[in-house]
């Protein structure tokens, strides 16, 4: 099945600094790759997503990037906010067992 | 207007008893998911409903059993709670079936056993 590895585990970034979390995953037919925020006692929220079909994508202060040939992607936070700090999980959709796999998390601090 | 909702948000009782957790959504979605997230918060899928017919069941202990009355409803039942099945339970939906659609929590039960 598919085994998705989320790297750093922790993460602490000055105010206004970008943030850059890197996840890599196994299986050369997962198609979709969401990432979502967790803040502490809440749900995990989509915050963005990309399809294997394309390489880039940008919503205002975050982006994500995949490299299907290298089996990995990325997400991108830039200038931080302090609202920004929460745990940060990636996705793929193996194609086994049409479901998600989740990375272990990110958690992201944010430092005014 | 929660989307998806789960109740109950907070579930505290003894090993040994039997509780139900119950998750509606008004999406209008048509699969639903049951996740466990640990003490160190992985997120693990469980179960997954199409249109009520069950389509994913993971390495799940029998004590859990999950009921889908209608697409919009998936409930889970665990018997026999043990030390160990204490987390946070979090049902989510997404539109249609398919390992690339997008999918919506709830708020999450945390369930806490004594």
């Known amino acids: 099945g598919e085994n998705v590895e989320q790297h750093p585990s922790t993460l602490s970034v000055q105010e206004g600094d970008s943030a850059v979390i890197k996840c890599t995953y196994s299986d050369s037919a997962s198609n979709y790759f969401p990432w979502y925020k967790q803040e502490l006692g809440k749900r995990p929220q989509l915050i963005i997503d990309?399809?294997?079909?394309?390489g880039e994508k940008k919503d205002q202060r975050i982006a994500v990037t995949l490299n299907k040939t290298a089996k990995h992607f990325s997400l991108h936070i830039t200038e931080t906010q302090p609202e920004d700090s929460a745990v940060y999980f990636c996705a793929a959709s193996g194609a086994a067992g049409n479901k998600l796999t989740f990375g272990g998390g990110t958690r992201v601090l944010v430092k005014p | 207007d929660t989307a998806v909702s789960q109740t109950p948000k907070y579930l505290v009782t003894q090993m040994g008893n039997d509780k139900s957790i119950k998750c509606e959504q008004n999406l209008g979605h048509d699969t639903m998911y049951w996740y466990k997230q640990d003490s160190k918060k992985f997120l693990k899928i469980m179960f997954s409903?199409?249109?009520?017919?069950?389509?994913i069941n993971e390495t799940v202990p029998n004590r859990f059993s999950p009921k889908s009355p209608d697409k919009a409803h998936l409930n889970l039942h665990i018997n026999s709670l043990e030390l160990g099945d204490s987390a946070v339970y979090f049902c989510?939906?997404?539109?249609?079936?398919?390992?690339?659609?997008?999918?919506?929590f709830g708020d999450g039960t945390r369930l806490s056993i004594l």
């Open positions: 409903y199409n249109n009520k017919e069950l389509i």
């Open positions: 990309i399809r294997s079909n394309v």
């Open positions: 989510a939906s997404s539109q249609r079936q398919g390992r690339d659609q997008p999918q919506h």
